[in-house]
């Protein structure tokens, strides 16, 4: 499943895929697509909205 996360180094939006059988609540890190920069994403499911919504902050 995708889903979209802002990095917090340089603002702009990447796509991760998110292993839903992980559970509804993750934390990861996954690097930027732009600046590189590590984000330390916290994942949860929107139960309401039927996706994941993620947090991202720098390691
Ligand atoms: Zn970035």
């Known amino acids: ?3 979209g996360f802002q990095c917090a180094g340089c603002g702009e939006w990447n796509e991760t ?3 839903s ?3 509804m609540q993750q934390n ?3 690097d930027c ?3 590189c920069k590590p984000n330390l994403l916290r994942v949860t499911w929107d139960m309401s909205a039927g996706e994941y919504t993620i947090y991202a902050e720098l390691e």
Do not use: F, L, P, R
């Open 33 to 35: 697509q732009v600046c």
């Open 21 to 23: 059988s992980a559970g």
């Open 1 to 3: 499943m995708t889903a």
């Open 28 to 30: 990861y890190i996954e």
């Open 17 to 19: 895929t998110v292993d």
